[in-house]
């Protein structure tokens, strides 16, 4: 199985996971200005950012680990762009990570938060 694929079920899986909690998938693979984010959704009235890491195993920190600095400000900066393209009004916004692994997944709320002047 190619990573691709791999990373594409995960993200589906992450998806189902949080159609099944009562959220609202919004958007899927939002690119922008050398950014993506894995999945937008609705929390009720908070708007997520949710980054999504399938792994085979948790070795080397897991999913978590790959969630860099770097990798937080271009989802921070994506974020940003969506906001102003989409125009949404929300109570809040929040940036999760959704660790996708064989056997289950694990869901970190407000795994990060960028610096005020990212957003």
Known sequence: MNTTWKG???EDRAARFLEQAGW??????FSARGGEIDLIAADGKTLVFAEVKTRSYQ???????????????????TALHYLQERGLKFD?????VLCVLPDRIEHIPNAFFPPRTTL
């Open 24 to 29: 609202r998938i919004l958007e899927r693979n």
């Open 59 to 77: 070795a080397f920190g897991g999913p978590l680990a790959a969630v860099t600095p770097a990798k937080q400000k271009r989802i921070a900066q």
């Open 8 to 10: 594409k079920a995960g």
């Open 92 to 96: 809040s916004i929040r940036f999760d």
